[in-house]
Nanobody
């Protein structure tokens, strides 16, 4: 089991940027497919971006061209660079190993508002 700790969220104006981090503790994240998920109030959690162990990336259509997922294996950390943020990006963001039964972390709140 790995413990994942998300950070980097906050309040930002529309059009702004944030960089989320997800640090792994207790086990290496290397070679695992990883994902960033988000859950907005009253909505189901959805997969926003994913990256395979080999570095292949995929994105939710609504964030393509604005979000970039990356990983630093030396730091055992996953990132999500979010640019051109929109109010509809407001949610709690989580990271998790894909296809795992890992416990969800506490997430990090992203609020996009003027």
């Amino acid at each position: 089991q790995v413990r994942l700790v998300e950070s980097g969220g906050g309040l930002v104006q529309p059009g702004g940027s944030l960089r989320l981090s997800c640090a792994g503790f207790g086990s290496s994240l290397n070679n695992y497919a990883m994902g960033w998920y988000r859950q907005a109030p009253g909505k189901q959690r959805e997969l926003v971006a994913s990256i395979t162990g080999g570095g292949q990336k995929d994105y939710l259509d609504s964030v393509k061209g604005r979000f970039t997922i990356s990983r630093d294996n030396a730091l055992n950390t996953l990132y999500l660079q979010m640019n051109s943020l929109k109010p509809e990006d407001t949610a709690v963001y989580y990271c998790r190993r894909r296809y795992s039964s890992d416990d969800w972390g506490q997430g990090t709140q992203v609020t996009v508002s003027a």
